[in-house]
């Protein structure tokens, strides 16, 4: 079987890759979609750290063209409380969407049996929601979600991170969580 693995950040991918190798899949291939990512040269580094992952275990990556209008042009167009800054429960939803879609179409584009994402080994997200925004669009691009639960690896993936001097963010990647991370005012 071949594997699309959406990657939200280099730190992340390393403990599902991994996993993912252990089981049956033939190939997996790297996805960084993640035109959330801001600004330009947050996006830059952690592009980076993935490339210098990648290689150390030997995983292709595609990485389509930084279009961060992408991110605001969905979240703002279907934010139903129309305000400036949509809440964290529906931006972060509408985030996974516009990510997974794009992920199952590609993998539907180019003869991927399924698709799946490393935002499952984050202990931040919602967990959940990730899995069922993932099957429902599988079911409507008509290619499969696989799901496995990589929070169990989370913390060995941050160390193999640090061991290896991996840039690991302290945020998401959106304006709004930097925003809400350093309480500007």
Same mark, same amino acid.
């Given at each position: ?6 990657? /939200? /950040? ?24 993640? !035109?959330?990512?801001?600004? !330009?040269?947050?996006?830059? +580094? +952690? $592009?980076? *750290?993935?490339?210098? *992952? ?18 605001? +042009? ?17 931006? /972060?939803? &509408? @985030? ?10 590609? *993998? ?14 984050? !202990? ?27 929070? !169990? ?12 001097? &991996?840039? $690991?963010?302290?945020? @998401?990647? /959106? ?11």
């Amino acid at each position: 079987m071949k594997l699309l693995l959406h990657i /939200c /950040c280099g730190p992340c991918a390393l403990y599902p890759v991994k996993e993912l190798l252990s089981k049956k899949f033939d190939k997996i291939t790297g996805f960084f979609y993640n !035109p959330n990512i801001h600004p !330009p040269s947050e996006y830059k +580094r +952690r $592009r980076d *750290a993935l490339s210098k *992952a990648a290689l150390e275990i030997y995983l292709e990556v595609v990485m389509p063209e930084y279009r961060i209008e992408e991110y605001f +042009r969905f979240v703002f167009s279907n934010n139903v409380g129309g305000g400036l800054k949509p809440s964290p429960t529906e931006r /972060c939803g &509408l @985030c996974w969407e516009l990510r997974l879609s794009e992920t199952a179409d590609f *993998a539907k584009a180019n003869g991927f049996d399924a698709f799946t994402t490393t935002l499952l080994v984050s !202990p931040y997200q919602d967990h959940e929601k990730v899995k069922k925004i993932g099957e429902r669009i599988a079911d409507e691009k008509g290619v499969k979600f696989y799901y496995q639960d990589f929070r !169990p690896g989370f913390k060995d993936g941050q160390e193999q991170a640090k061991k290896e001097n &991996l840039y $690991r963010q302290k945020y @998401c990647g /959106c304006v709004f969580s930097e925003l809400e991370r350093v309480k500007v005012k």
